[in-house]
């Protein structure tokens, strides 16, 4: 016991661990919620935001990791038949 915590021994490696992690609180889940959020807008890079919140530029790409495979795949209706592209000439600089 430390620290009031049980700490187990990894019979392979001989690492101890605490099982759990209680280092989180709802300041670092506000503060992941809105670099996230920020993010998403696609308003500033993962160093940006490492200088700008006081965090590791990787603890940055992780949170936007964790949270970008904890959504769905997108899917399409199946009630879509045709998509019409009135506009593809603007982006083919050509009207062929």
């Given at each position: 016991?430390?620290?009031?915590?049980?700490?187990?021994?990894?019979?392979?490696?001989?690492?101890?661990?605490?099982v759990g992690d209680e280092r989180t609180n709802?300041?670092?889940?506000?503060?992941?919620?809105?670099?996230?959020?920020?993010?998403?807008?696609?308003?500033?890079?993962?160093?940006?935001?490492?200088?700008?919140?006081?965090?590791?530029?990787?603890?940055?790409?992780?949170?936007?990791?964790?949270?970008?495979?904890?959504?769905?795949?997108?899917?399409?209706?199946?009630?879509?038949?045709?998509?019409?592209?009135?506009?593809?000439?603007?982006?083919?600089?050509?009207?062929?």
């Amino acid at each position: 016991m430390v620290c009031g915590k049980q700490r187990y021994k990894c019979k392979e490696c001989g690492y101890n661990f605490v099982v759990g992690d209680e280092r989180t609180n709802e300041n670092i889940q506000a503060l992941k919620a809105l670099v996230v959020m920020i993010y998403s807008l696609g308003k500033g890079s993962y160093n940006m935001f490492g200088k700008f919140f006081k965090r590791d530029r990787s603890l940055i790409y992780r949170w936007i990791k964790e949270t970008g495979l904890s959504f769905y795949d997108p899917s399409i209706d199946g009630d879509i038949c045709e998509i019409k592209f009135d506009e593809m000439w603007h982006f083919l600089q050509s009207k062929k």
